[in-house]
């Protein structure tokens, strides 16, 4: 049983910064992904960020000079650093969790939270 709880959202103009986080409840295991997907009205989901249990992360092109994902010491909670936001980042943003065992895997999700950016 996994769950995950999302915060950090909310109305911001061009240029400026957001810190969305992330918690998780139960255990997501030693390994596994964990990261960030959003959806802008009228378009799909589209992937933003993800970071292994490795720490390796990965982002999106569209975001990747700006963005920032990380994690706590214990591994159970994500952070998106979103810096010079710009209109086209509007969307819902959705964290999730891929949990792996030796046969498959499991994915998890959060709330999702609004981010506006307007002037």
């Known amino acids: 049983q996994v769950q995950l709880v999302e915060s950090g959202g909310g109305l911001v103009q061009p240029g400026g910064s957001l810190r969305l986080s992330c918690a998780a409840s139960?255990?997501?295991?030693?390994?596994?992904?964990m990261g960030w997907y959003r959806q802008a009205p009228g378009k799909g989901r589209e992937l933003v960020a993800t970071?292994?249990?490795?720490?390796?992360?990965n982002y999106a092109d569209s975001v990747k000079d700006r963005f920032t994902i990380s994690r706590d010491n214990a591994k159970t909670t994500v952070y998106l650093q979103m810096n010079s936001l710009k209109p086209e980042d509007t969307a819902v943003y959705y964290c999730?969790?891929?949990?792996?065992?030796?046969?498959?895997?499991?994915?998890?999700w959060g709330q999702g939270t609004q981010v506006t950016v307007s002037s």
């Open positions: 999730y969790v891929q949990k792996f065992n030796a046969v498959s895997f499991n994915v998890y």
């Open positions: 139960g255990s997501i295991g030693s390994l596994n992904n």
């Open positions: 970071q292994t249990s490795g720490g390796t992360s």
